[in-house]
């Protein structure tokens, strides 16, 4: 009998469904609001940056765990704006994006049987991270409530034992928007020093938040700092998701060590003129995340505004840039489905609600968009969304 050709823990998971939908969409020459991803162009003085940087002769390897530049502008920053001081030289690590991150992480600090408390909906990544690692994911439900998504304490407490290794808190979070508060994450932190488990927070869209709230980091909290890992990106805030510069911040010098030990046999080291790059851009004015705050505010309540007209039922999300809906009975009772059509016959493409979920029929109801478009991008998605009402039921 021949042996298997690939190995069991490709059985994990499947591609990214996200990515799936991209294909989808170049298909039917749509409008893709399934990945996100600008449309527009980040800001000139970055691109300059890198320019600089090329002309400067930043070519070859940076150091494994990221130049010095970058890494002390990433401790200024945290120390600025999330309210931790912390020592680039032994707490942050420079990997090739946030993805790598979290999956770095999960690297050093689980063993085979841990589990991993991972909020749901989640961003696809989270799940196979787990069992990659040797973990067991164990989901907790944000349940809708009104206008927003909340989870249960009971239920979250139930899912802590003594064999929970970590939480992943992803906040602002994708897919939902949603904002976790100071008192859920207070509870959270509470939970994490009972049972003396690490929290793995991702905070990418941390300077993407509206409606007046306010970007809470777990590691600021009392008692939190050595239990935290904050991963991080240059992605979102800056609309550059294609150079792959993220970070961990682990003020706990043993698990730094490890991530690092991780992260130099998976990728060695993130782009280096990139990372001279994001060194400066980690300076610009505070005004720089007031405006792309605001910018995608502005996009936010189109995309809503659009969508319900529509006949979607959406929660409003208070930050990131991506809206979770119930979509309109169009003839389709299943995410799949009614994601190809919305993509072939109204020529906007979404993501389905399964690739959030660990069990495909807990998203049947659900579509996700992403919104980080230009302005006259989301009025032709109004324009293209209106003929939705010829298949409505």
């Not at 931790?84 to 999960?106: F, K, L, Q, S, Y």
């Amino acid at each position: 009998m021949a042996k298997q050709q690939t190995s069991s823990r490709v059985g994990f998971f499947t591609e990214s469904l996200i990515r799936e939908m991209t294909r989808v969409n170049n298909r039917y020459g749509a409008i893709n609001l399934a990945q996100g991803f600008p449309d527009f162009e980040p800001p000139q003085e970055i691109v300059d940056w890198a320019k600089q940087a090329l002309d400067e002769g930043f070519h070859q390897y940076a150091i494994t765990w990221g130049s010095p530049s970058i890494r002390k502008a990433i401790a200024d920053k945290f120390g600025w704006f999330n309210g931790v001081e912390v020592d680039p030289e032994r707490h942050v690590t420079i990997v090739c994006g946030g993805t790598e991150a979290m999956m770095a992480t999960m690297l050093a600090v689980v063993n085979p049987g841990d589990e991993i408390i991972v909020f749901e909906p989640f961003y696809e990544n989270y799940g196979p991270d787990a069992l990659l690692s040797g973990g067991k994911p164990v989901f907790v439900p944000l349940h809708q409530e009104g206008d927003s998504f909340v989870f249960d304490r009971d239920e979250l407490r139930r899912a802590f034992n003594k064999k929970t290794r970590a939480i992943v808190v992803n906040t602002p979070q994708n897919p939902t928007g949603k904002v976790f508060t100071l008192k859920e994450m207070q509870y959270i932190a509470e939970l994490c020093i009972e049972y003396d488990v690490l929290a793995l927070t991702d905070e990418p869209y941390e300077h993407i938040i509206f409606d007046g709230l306010e970007h809470v980091t777990m590691a600021a909290l009392p008692g939190m700092a050595k239990r935290t890992v904050t991963t991080n990106s240059a992605s979102k805030t800056y609309s550059v998701t294609g150079w792959r510069v993220g970070w961990t911040i682990a003020l706990d010098e043993t698990i730094a060590t490890a991530i690092r030990r991780i992260h130099d046999f998976l990728s060695i080291g993130a782009a280096a003129p990139l990372q001279e790059a994001v060194a400066k851009a980690m300076y610009m004015p505070k005004s720089y995340y007031a405006e792309l705050a605001a910018g995608y505010q502005a996009r936010r309540d189109s995309v809503v505004s659009t969508l319900r007209d529509a006949g979607f039922e959406c929660v409003t999300p208070r930050a990131a840039y991506y809206v979770m809906t119930r979509y309109p009975d169009c003839g389709y009772d299943d995410d799949l489905k009614f994601s190809h059509f919305l993509s072939e016959k109204v020529g906007i493409t979404p993501v389905p609600g399964r690739a959030f979920y660990h069990d495909p029929a807990l998203a049947k109801p659900y579509v996700r968009f992403a919104f980080p478009k230009k302005l006259d991008t989301l009025e032709r998605v109004r324009e293209r969304m209106a003929k939705l009402h010829e298949f409505r039921k």
